[in-house]
């Protein structure tokens, strides 16, 4: 926490306008979708088209060959770009876990809303395989919840669906907000709402692209949630309501932890990340 603030982290989340000036922003000046020039020895990267959208994947470097398919999307606040960070995490799981990552690039402040995305989440989804596991961060693990959900509606049920730092009610009134706030060094309701509204477009907080909707008949899934990240107040009563529905959970709940820990370069992070790669690897 003390890192995010210093770099001042949440900056473009403290009020409605720094997130309004921000959007105009990001629309004048996209930033690059590239990976890093340097990735871990073992990893390839390459890039395609897939219904519009670009798509990368991840492969272990031959003779190794993927043993499953891990359909990731990334987070950034439904506006922003993946980051390095992203990335790096992409390519620890890829080159530990052995697996191929299939990650869309579906993030744009002028469009890409929550309808349109769902249909080419779904879309890669099934050309991935029955198989695939679904798999997001923040905004992504959102994205990646509500493609287990249209799948499973339409008759494919996802063998693992991980989320990290899942937003629960997108509008966020949860009662313990005000108390929990301060500790959260990197979100802040009044921008996140903003980037939000942009991305649910007309349907506006009614959408059925919610973690409201019915969990039951989903596959297991796996949250992880840093209790200093204000995403995480709705997450136990969340979690509850899934195994409520018959859905086989595992929940890791990290006291002190900030938003996305998994993926950042903390000592909780490692933890949980080689939790996901023995998960991964389990298949």
Do not use: K
């Not at 009020?15 to 990001?26: F, G, N, Q, Y």
């Not at 002190?256 to 820990?261: A, I, L, P, T």
Request: glycine content about 8%.
């Amino acid at each position: 926490p003390v890192v995010l603030r210093l770099q001042r982290r949440n900056r473009d989340y403290r009020t409605a306008d720094l997130a309004e000036r921000h959007l105009a922003e990001l629309v004048a000046h996209p930033r690059t979708i590239e990976p890093p020039g340097r990735l871990p020895r073992g990893v390839q990267v390459a890039r395609e088209n897939r219904h519009g959208w670009p798509v990368f994947r991840m492969r272990p470097v031959a003779p190794a060959a993927a043993r499953r398919r891990v359909l990731y999307f990334h987070g950034g606040g439904y506006v922003h770009g993946i980051h390095d960070a992203h990335w790096s995490f992409l390519a620890h799981l890829v080159s530990q876990a052995g697996v191929e990552a299939i990650v869309p690039m579906i993030r744009s402040p002028e469009g890409g809303t929550a309808v349109a995305v769902a249909e080419v989440a779904v879309d890669l989804a099934r050309e991935a395989g029955a198989d695939t596991v679904l798999m997001g961060d923040s905004a992504g693990a959102q994205i990646a919840l509500t493609t287990a959900l249209e799948a499973r509606d339409r008759g494919v049920v996802a063998p693992l669906t991980v989320l990290i730092s899942p937003p629960i009610d997108l509008e966020l009134r949860h009662p313990g907000l005000p108390e929990r706030a301060p500790l959260d060094p990197w979100l802040c309701r009044d921008g996140l709402l903003v980037y939000t509204r942009r991305w649910l477009g007309d349907e506006g907080f009614d959408s059925r692209l919610s973690v409201h909707a019915d969990p039951a008949g989903l596959g297991p899934v796996v949250v992880f949630s840093g209790t200093f990240d204000i995403l995480n107040l709705d997450a136990p009563d969340w979690i509850d309501r899934l195994r409520a529905a018959g859905v086989d959970v595992e929940y890791h709940e990290a006291a002190g932890q900030v938003h996305v820990y998994p993926i950042l370069p903390t000592r909780a992070g490692r933890r949980a990340r080689r939790r996901i790669v023995e998960l991964l690897s389990e298949g």
